[in-house]
């Protein structure tokens, strides 16, 4: 007679284990897949998805700082993810399921990024697997992670870059983790701007920049706030390097907590939007201030600080945005504004207003994104060369329609958010050819105490220089 402790016995089968759902890493799967499917931005999904999952599964701060820091590492490093993982399997990596892919990147980041122990980073990034994918694919996310955690990052670099010295944008693009045509467009930029220094070591900060995560900076609104006020309420803030309006928030700060955000007094602004808006405020024009255009106004933080410096001298603004749904963000940034303004729906490149009508007049036009790569790094993925080509119409016409909105003596202003030379002084260029009566204005001397601001008279932002969105600006005065 058998017994069951014998070799011929048969044992029990064991149970099958339930994968266990991590909620952090379930909300970065889910925001990295808007962002592929959907062409979601990271900025605006994550909230909402964090939200939800505090709601239904007690995701705590811990969690939802772990999850943010998840995803937009993974969107920032991508590139170089994507040619380690390359090197660990055998197939082309087009032929991997997107799903899976976005497994294996947030699996990577922890690897090699972050400070999380490897066993834990496999074992987590498995069971996330197993719940979003399978237990099937869960072991082929096992197989390739075990593989990427036989090296740190700095190793798996020199195998997988190409040398410098062969070829510099490719071995650029996969270390800072950029499109090529970026790198290029960048490179070139940076050339015009700063030529006596756009080597090899600017361009690799400017990448390097790119790929940290940028600080919350906040704006005071003239005559609501000071930044006194917040630094006083805000022990671990600080003054921002350049606009007296700007304070900057210690590392994990949430903003959305303060009362004075809230109430609209105090909006989330990068410090090189301030200065836009700070440098067209204060150029010098010939006769009465008295109206003001923001041309493009959507989402409205431009057009609030501008609302707020003109009624500090009696003028008066209107903003201009042709969607309304971004219109009525406008509306919400405005509202309790201490001067008179009013928010229309209309297309700036035909404009509901008679020429000649504003004495300031500022076109902060559609871009490709470039300079704000830091607070969107998918957009480095999502944009092709060809976008840029295609933006060029509307911004010259944008801009065109501008100084026929401003008068003889009255000020233009010409902002993007992006430094690529096709989107900013070639734009310029062409206008001051086409259109009469016009003059540059430098707009150095409007940015005091700004460093690094090139020959003028135009000036390029750049976050390696000067800690703000890659924002460019130009001013021209109407003369005839």
């Known amino acids: 007679m058998t017994t069951p402790s014998t070799p011929s016995a048969k044992r029990p089968a064991r149970p099958h284990r339930r994968p266990k759902k991590d909620p952090a890493r379930i909300v970065a799967f889910k925001a990295l897949r808007a962002v ?21 599964s007690g995701l705590d701060r811990r969690d939802a700082a772990l999850a943010t820091e998840l995803v937009y590492g993974t969107l920032r490093l991508q590139g170089t993810y994507d040619a380690i993982i390359a090197a660990c399997i055998d197939r ?35 069971e996330l697997a197993r719940v979003v994918l399978g237990d099937g694919r869960a072991k082929f996310v096992n197989a390739v992670l075990r593989k990427i955690s036989a090296q740190d990052l700095d190793a798996w670099i020199q195998q997988v870059a190409p040398p410098y010295e062969k070829d510099a944008e490719d071995h650029l693009a996969v270390v800072h983790s950029h499109p090529r045509w970026v790198v290029s467009a960048l490179w070139d930029s940076l050339g015009r701007w700063q030529p006596e220094a756009a080597g090899r070591v600017a361009i690799e900060e400017l990448l390097h920049a790119d790929n940290e995560r940028p600080a919350v900076t906040l ?34 700060g949430d903003p959305g907590g303060l009362d004075a955000v ?62 309304p749904h971004r219109a009525r963000l406008v509306a919400r940034a405005l509202d309790g504004n201490p001067g008179p303004y009013t928010v229309i729906t ?7 207003w008679r020429p000649g009508s504003f004495d300031r007049t500022l076109v902060d036009v559609p871009c490709s994104g470039l300079g704000a790569l830091r607070r ?25 329609t501008a100084v026929q909105a401003t008068r003889v003596g009255g000020v233009v202003g010409y902002a993007t958010c992006s430094p690529h030379l096709a989107e900013t002084r070639a734009v310029v260029d062409d206008i001051l ?23 003028g008279p135009d000036v390029q932002l750049w976050p390696h220089l000067h800690g703000t969105d890659a924002m460019y600006l130009a001013l021209l005065r109407r003369t005839a």
């Not at 592929?36 to 709601?55: F, H, K, T, V």
């Open 36 to 56: 592929d499917e959907r062409d979601a931005y990271a900025n605006l999904i994550l909230p909402s998805l964090l939200r939800e999952a505090e709601q239904k």
């Open 92 to 126: 082309p990596l087009r032929e991997v399921d997107p799903p899976v892919l976005d497994v294996l990147s947030l699996g990577a980041h922890q690897l090699l990024t972050t400070r999380i122990p490897s066993h834990a980073a496999v074992s987590a990034t498995v």
């Open 219 to 252: 704006v005071a609104r003239p005559g609501r706030a000071t930044a006194a006020e917040l630094l006083a309420a805000l022990p671990e803030s600080e003054p921002g390097r350049w606009s007296p309006y700007a304070v900057r928030l210690a590392e994990g």
């Open 262 to 323: 809230r109430e609209n007094r105090v909006g989330v602004q990068d410090e090189g939007s301030q200065l836009v808006a700070m440098a067209l405020a204060a150029a010098p024009l010939d006769g009465p201030d008295r109206l003001w255009l923001d041309g493009c106004a959507g989402p409205g933080g431009k057009a609030a600080l501008l609302g707020a410096l003109a009624a500090e001298r009696g003028a008066a603004l209107v903003a201009s945005e042709k969607l």
């Open 346 to 352: 209309a297309d700036g490149t035909k404009p509901a």
């Open 376 to 400: 969107r790094p998918e957009a480095r993925w999502r944009r092709r060369p060809d976008d840029i080509a295609g933006f060029g119409p509307l911004q010259r016409d944008l801009l065109r």
């Open 433 to 455: 050819r086409t259109e009469p009566g016009l003059e540059w204005i430098d707009a150095r001397p409007l940015l005091p105490g700004v460093p690094a601001l090139g020959a």
